[in-house]
């Protein structure tokens, strides 16, 4: 017996009542088996679109996967999927079925989903049903897919990375004739539009075996990110955020051409500047001393900071020295970047005195005071500051051009 959600309950319900069959599938049916809170849930039935519209003639319906047979119930205030029986038409492009059709069969549906374990449907009324053998191999704590894997990995290559997402999340072995299809058709990821992959991929980075996974196929990763081989850093001990798992997977690169590989796979732009930032921070020694710290600050911020701290304990630093430095600069309140100078723009114009126009040598002293100040030559206090400014300036720096003319 699952724990059904209101929603659910109410939409099963609500189809058998109009005479059709509606049952919960796929990932929700498979976490509830395994203990785990489902992402979301998602309804298939036999009723088709139009007759599942009238099924639902009182809700809100969206229309948004019409072409797939899927409608999008509201129910207070909560999105479901509602899908109609499908079975895929052919492959030609190892991407897409070439149709879709409908079926009243539940059996044929289940028989076009990728894993057993993600082929298992439930409703109250019938209890699991599971023609694939999904339970035992929930129980064997294994991905296999639903049918010839050689021809699963053919149709669409997508699945290839699924399997590994799914043994990474839910720290599964791959069946071996699964596993060794996942080898042998790895190629065909070349077909995956870099969006798909990029899905996948987070995924597989954020699970717990990710680690194992990155290692067992390392081939199969190298097809989407040439050059690719496993870290050494324990990837699964890592924090679950995306760009220091990413740092730590693209240790084989240097870090400009790492961040052209992520680029072009589509990782959002702040998540592909943070991970180079992190990967570049792998790279330097660990900051020793106060000054080394404020350094660090500056390049990187606290945050990436403290996250590159874990990623140097994860690969056996001592780093407790350097996080406890962290602490006490950021609990000192020491400053590390322009807007904590104790001056600002302005008061150096009002150095400069009247009619002095702003230009480029503003920030150029701001930098010179910053310098200073992060390396310990001054303090951030005003008055130091002013003097180092006009120092600065009649050594004939930021001066500027014609702009710092009166
Ligand atoms: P998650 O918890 O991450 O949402 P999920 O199993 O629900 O996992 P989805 O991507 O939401 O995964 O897909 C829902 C279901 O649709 C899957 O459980 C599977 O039955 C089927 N499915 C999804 N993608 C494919 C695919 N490429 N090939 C075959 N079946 C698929
Ligand atoms: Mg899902």
Known sequence: MLQLPAHTAFAIGRLEQAGFAGYCVGGCVRDCLLGRAPADWDITTDALPGQVKAAFADCRLLETGLRHGTLTLVYQGELLEITTFRVDGPYTDGRHPDTVSFTSRLELDLSRRDFTVNAIAYAPR??????????????????????????????????ILRALRFSSTLGFSIAPDTALAVHANAPLLGQVSAERITQEFEKLLLGENAGQLLADYADVIGCFLPGFSAPELPISRLPQQIAVR????????????FGQRLQALKFPHETVRLAVLLRRLLELPLPGTRTAIRRALHLAGPDALAQSFLMQAARGKDVRQAQTLLRQTLENGDCWERRMLAVSGK???????????????????????????????????????????????AAGSGVGGPEGAK
């Open 246 to 257: 990413l740092a730590a997977a693209g240790a084989c690169y240097p870090p400009d051409r």
């Open 126 to 159: 019938t209890g699991l049903i599971d023609p694939f053998g999904g339970q035992q191999d929930l129980r064997k704590r294994q991905i296999r897919c639903v049918g010839e894997p050689q021809r699963r990995f053919a149709e669409d290559a997508l699945r």
């Open 347 to 393: 008061d150096l114009l009002h150095e400069r005195g009247n009619g002095c126009r702003s230009g480029a040598w503003v920030g150029e002293t701001l930098d010179y005071l910053l310098d200073g100040v992060i390396a310990g030559r001054f303090p951030n206090q005003p008055a130091a500051l002013l003097d180092a400014a006009r120092r600065f300036w």
